[in-house]
């Protein structure tokens, strides 16, 4: 007897009720109706597509352009017990062979697959193969040019249509206005699909933009008068170190998180974050997927985002829990000057694009018609030092060449070090006798890798340090002076990204045929940043109103929590100078104390105060002192 849906998402979700609109879009997809999902962030998308897939017979292909969150998935259902398997790019012929069989004859019940895949021969034919029962397109908007995150690679997808011509399609995303869902629906081919969207208000949620002079003062006000986890959205690696520490400083537990943190990390600091053994999460935007808190409190973006779309998917991971939580997004003048200058001047050209293709190749010293599928790791830095390239625009491109399918780039932090010795053994040993500083690392390295007097042999610094009980800084330290010594030859590098070369190198020829893409992809990255700016400028409607109004709600009433709907309601009620002048005096004679402390203890507006703290000192009631505090003045 065939299960309900219900029934599946008990037995392996452990749930007793849909979220809202789930059930409704799993009816679609058992109808065989092609079907467009459109859930907010924390609406439960995949449940839509893994649900009806459990319950119809054969295998669900999954279309995902996020490796991480592909990888996430699938551990997931496996730890549910059901057969899933994930083919990024990368993955040698002889293994996507094996692989691809596994999912005809091994009763797999989902195949993940990046877009790329579908340009390969070999895994079109055994997509042919195999008994699909329906086909979902994640993050669907990366298939329109006018996507947040638009990948050419996409447009591949129509392949399965093809292929099988009647299997349903489902296409999911968090964030498209009413353009971009069209564009889904032309370039998927999909057939008179069931669209089913959910509102995107979040009556819960207050979205703050914040104007402030000094970003982290105004960090420890939100954290002080909101408790509870939070996380704190920095546009690079160096600002969530800092950040955290600032925050540590103050005594609030916090940690970072960016792409450069070794997994080992990641996950410990992930696990302390769920736990609430650390209430602040610094990080930057590589920190979202798969994350399931519901109790977050605070969002607050220290920069503004370079888009709607990602502050509206960042902001909405608070409140999941349907309590009241705030989204706050800090900004002063320096914010419009920084997009500009970190979004649109650093927008590549044409001929950039092809200028940094080619050093690339070079770099490898990959020949012209050479190179597909070949993986090396990259240090970025390095590369753009060798050539002499400006780092973002050149960053830049390799995320364009990565979205176009040229390349795979891949940012992870690794560290590969290798040690030979020179010398004989009991010239080596005479060495360490006269200098026993040395003899500990050399022993440890001796004892624990074989053949190092014979050619280079990889080590791992990690392990030799916790052996001996000591730092790698210390044990990097002994070797570079052992090679100083001649003794030993050590190379210890750095790498903080693998590229993968998808196609074979035909330079401007690869480039002019999806130059086109780069053309579009640059007009709709100016268009969304200077929708960003307006939404941060517009200081006459409700904040949720225009977030509603950017994705094509027009609808709306105001929410009530927002900066403007707060603002607004402070404006009709009449304050009352003469009392906060008294609670003024009143904190004063305790103490003397600055207008910021004054500001964190009164609960009225702080321009209000401000300007009551002025006529206060004019009619010198108050004073200020050499500490730059207020103090009553003695009559």
């Given at each position: 007897m065939t299960k309900t849906p219900l029934q599946i998402l008990q037995e392996y979700w452990k749930h007793d009720r849909f979220k809202p609109l789930q059930e409704e879009i799993i009816t679609s997809v058992l109808s065989a109706q092609d079907t467009f999902a459109l859930l907010p962030t924390g609406g439960g998308k995949s449940v839509c597509f893994q649900v009806p897939a459990l319950i119809k017979e054969g295998i669900c292909i999954v279309i995902s352009p996020l490796i991480a969150l592909m990888h996430d998935q699938v551990q997931h259902l496996q730890q549910k017990g059901i057969k899933a398997i994930a083919l990024p790019s990368g993955i040698k012929y002889t293994e996507l062979d094996t692989l691809l069989d596994n999912c005809i004859y091994g009763n797999y019940k989902f195949l993940y697959l990046s877009p790329e895949r579908l340009q390969q021969e070999i895994v079109k034919e055994r997509l042919r193969q195999m008994n699909i029962n329906l086909i979902a397109v994640d993050e669907a908007h990366c298939i329109s040019q006018w996507g947040n995150d638009f990948r050419p690679s996409y447009k591949k997808i129509k392949i399965l249509r093809e292929l099988h011509p009647t299997v349903p399609i489902i296409a999911l995303t968090a964030s498209a206005t009413t353009h971009v869902v069209d564009d889904i629906i032309l370039e998927l081919d999909l057939f008179q699909p069931q669209l089913l969207k959910q509102s995107f208000f979040r009556p819960n949620l207050g979205y703050w933009v914040t104007p402030t002079i000094d970003k982290n003062y105004k960090l420890t006000q939100i954290l002080e008068k909101h408790p509870g986890t939070s996380i704190i959205y920095v546009r690079n690696r160096r600002a969530t170190i800092e950040l955290s520490e600032f925050l540590h400083s103050h005594g609030i537990t916090a940690a970072?998180?960016?792409?450069?943190?070794?997994?080992?990390?990641?996950?410990?600091?992930?696990?302390?974050?769920?736990?609430?053994?650390?209430?602040?999460?610094?990080?930057?935007?590589?920190?979202?997927?798969?994350?399931?808190?519901?109790?977050?409190?605070?969002?607050?973006?220290?920069?503004?985002?370079?888009?709607?779309?990602?502050?509206?998917?960042?902001?909405?991971?608070?409140?999941?829990?349907?309590?009241?939580?705030?989204?706050?997004?800090?900004?002063?003048?320096?914010?419009?000057?920084?997009?500009?200058?970190?979004f649109i001047k650093v927008l590549p050209g044409v001929d950039t694009v092809k200028l940094v293709y080619r050093k690339l190749c070079n770099y490898f010293q990959i020949s012209y018609g050479e190179g597909e599928q070949s993986t090396h790791d990259f240090n970025f830095n390095a590369f753009c030092k060798t050539y002499e390239l400006h780092?973002?625009?050149?960053?830049?491109?390799?995320?364009?060449?990565?979205?176009?399918?040229?390349?795979?780039?891949?940012?992870?932090?690794?560290?590969?070090?290798?040690?030979?010795?020179?010398?004989?053994?009991?010239?080596?040993?005479?060495?360490?006798?006269?200098?026993?500083?040395?003899?500990?690392?050399?022993?440890?390295?001796?004892?624990?890798?074989?053949?190092?007097?014979?050619?280079?042999?990889?080590?791992?610094?990690?392990?030799?340090?916790?052996?001996?009980?000591?730092?790698?800084?210390?044990?990097?330290?002994?070797?570079?002076?052992?090679?100083?010594?001649?003794?030993?030859?050590?190379?210890?590098?750095?790498?903080?990204?693998?590229?993968?070369?998808?196609?074979?190198?035909?330079?401007?020829?690869?480039?002019?045929?999806?130059?086109?893409?780069?053309?579009?992809?640059?007009?709709?990255?100016?268009?969304?940043?200077?929708?960003?700016?307006?939404?941060?400028?517009?200081?006459?409607?409700?904040?949720?109103?225009?977030?509603?109004?950017?994705?094509?709600?027009?609808?709306?009433?105001?929410?009530?929590?927002?900066?403007?709907?707060?603002?607004?309601?402070?404006?009709?009620?009449?304050?009352?100078?003469?009392?906060?002048?008294?609670?003024?005096?009143?904190?004063?004679?305790?103490?003397?104390?600055?207008?910021?402390?004054?500001?964190?203890?009164?609960?009225?507006?702080?321009?209000?105060?401000?300007?009551?703290?002025?006529?206060?000192?004019?009619?010198?009631?108050?004073?200020?002192?050499?500490?730059?505090?207020?103090?009553?003045?003695?009559?």
């Open positions: 970072s998180y960016h792409g450069g943190v070794d997994e080992k990390d990641k996950t410990e600091r992930f696990r302390q974050w769920m736990n609430e053994e650390v209430r602040v999460m610094v990080a930057t935007n590589a920190f979202g997927m798969g994350i399931d808190k519901s109790n977050v409190r605070t969002v607050i973006h220290y920069n503004v985002p370079e888009s709607i779309e990602s502050y509206f998917q960042e902001a909405g991971r608070a409140g999941r829990d349907g309590k009241q939580s705030f989204a706050f997004l800090l900004k002063n003048q320096n914010d419009n000057t920084r997009l500009n200058n970190q780092t973002l625009t050149s960053y830049n491109t390799l995320q364009f060449l990565d979205r176009c399918g040229v390349i795979r780039f891949m940012q992870r932090y690794t560290k590969k070090s290798s040690v030979h010795i020179l010398v004989t053994g009991n010239h080596l040993l005479e060495f360490l006798k006269k200098n026993s500083q040395y003899e500990l690392v050399t022993k440890s390295i001796l004892r624990t890798y074989g053949g190092v007097f014979d050619e280079e042999v990889a080590i791992n610094l990690s392990l030799l340090a916790s052996k001996i009980d000591t730092s790698e800084t210390e044990i990097i330290q002994v070797l570079n002076k052992l090679k100083e010594a001649e003794l030993i030859e050590f190379n210890h590098k750095v790498f903080d990204a693998e590229i993968i070369f998808l196609i074979p190198r035909e330079d401007d020829h690869t480039i002019n045929r999806v130059k086109h893409h780069l053309l579009a992809q640059n007009k709709a990255k100016i268009e969304k940043v200077e929708a960003i700016l307006q939404y941060t400028e517009d200081n006459t409607t409700c904040k949720s109103r225009l977030l509603l109004r950017y994705f094509g709600e027009q609808d709306t009433t105001d929410c009530g929590i927002c900066s403007f709907c707060t603002t607004s309601k402070s404006k009709t009620i009449k304050i009352d100078v003469h009392k906060i002048q008294e609670d003024i005096v009143r904190l004063l004679q305790e103490k003397k104390l600055s207008s910021r402390d004054l500001i964190s203890k009164l609960e009225y507006p702080e321009k209000t105060i401000l300007e009551v703290l002025r006529e206060m000192n004019e009619h010198q009631i108050i004073t200020i002192n050499h500490d730059n505090n207020y103090q009553l003045v003695q009559q």
